[in-house]
């Protein structure tokens, strides 16, 4: 019985030891991946509902890896934010998308979405230097800062109050946009809202997934729809799938839309040259 707990620890030690050197692995690649080259920009359209126009795009990070092909931030986003390379991640993915939509504007204004937003992860909360980082990126692209956007989760605003409110204030005066991504989702008591400067509010895929003949969870949208823009809150509803939803969506008010129904994520100069050859539209 000895001998059979002894080998059974072996195997246990001998995958733990395969887990571990693929997660070295995994680590060094993706380290490696950011000066390689490897990351790609991909923009999802937002819509204006009345419009029925492009007005925004969310910057989502893809990872090209010459082993596996490309790579879905869920596969490589958790281990990037426990090592700490999501801020080089997240950097490289805000000066791509600044440069990207500025690009736009001079070549094609016309067509050009009007604001790019781009995710941050929790961690640059604390780095000191964010708001120095997000002036250079606009600087060194010539991006006006009316048309940037920062997403950061509803569970990131509530971790200290004070801190983030005065972090996200000093990227407000930058002249910049600050989006609560996921909302609803994080279990949260509405009085951040109160305390924390936002200008956008992403309502999470989950309260649009199902809205179709659920009564109750409509008319729950459709209060948060209010409550934002009783706060002077653009709102942007996440996930929208198919026709009906945007119906329910577009009746209750909703002006801001993103889903696979309208468009999904694709590399940016693939969804530029969508829009701006007519022909394609
Ligand atoms: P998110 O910020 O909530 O982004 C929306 C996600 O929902 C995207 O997944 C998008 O492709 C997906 N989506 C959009 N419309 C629909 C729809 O109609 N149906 C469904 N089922 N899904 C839809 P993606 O690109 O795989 O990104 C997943 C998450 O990874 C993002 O969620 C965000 O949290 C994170 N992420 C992506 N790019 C970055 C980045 O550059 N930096 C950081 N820190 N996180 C990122
Ligand atoms: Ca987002
Ligand atoms: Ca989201
Ligand atoms: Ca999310």
Not at 77 to 91: H, K, N, Q, S, V
Request: proline residues 4%; charged residues 25%; negative net charge.
């Amino acid at each position: 019985a000895k001998d059979l707990g002894k080998n059974r620890f072996m195997v246990f030690e001998n995958r733990m030891h395969e887990q571990l050197l693929t997660r070295l692995d995994q680590e060094n690649r993706l380290r490696e991946a950011v000066h390689r080259g490897e990351l790609r920009l991909h923009l999802q359209p937002v819509y204006a509902v009345q419009e029925g126009q492009v007005a925004g795009a969310e910057a989502l990070v893809r990872w090209q890896d010459p082993l596996r092909g490309l790579q879905q931030p869920g596969s490589f986003i958790p281990l990037a934010e426990e090592t700490g390379m999501i801020i080089e991640i997240d950097r490289w993915i805000l000066l791509e998308a600044c440069r990207t939509l500025r690009h736009w504007q001079v070549e094609n204004p016309w067509t050009a979405p009007a604001w790019v937003s781009v995710n941050l992860s929790a961690a640059h909360l604390d780095l000191p230097d964010l708001t120095d980082h997000v002036a250079y990126a606009l600087a060194t692209t010539g991006l006006s800062p009316r048309c940037l956007v920062l997403e950061l989760t509803e569970t990131v605003m509530m971790r200290d109050v004070a801190v983030t409110s005065a972090r996200l204030q000093e990227l407000r005066e930058l002249g910049v946009r600050i989006a609560i991504d996921d909302f609803g989702t994080g279990y949260s008591s509405l009085g951040y809202l109160r305390d924390i400067p936002v200008d956008v509010l992403k309502l999470d895929r989950s309260f649009i997934t199902g809205l179709v003949g659920n009564g109750r969870q409509q008319e729950l949208v459709s209060a948060i729809v209010q409550l934002g823009h009783t706060l002077g809150l653009r709102v942007v509803a996440e996930g929208v799938e198919d026709a009906e939803e945007l119906n329910l969506l577009t009746a209750m008010g909703c002006k801001f839309v993103q889903g696979y129904h309208l468009g999904r994520p694709e590399p940016a100069h693939q969804l530029y040259e969508r829009l701006t050859t007519p022909a394609l539209n």
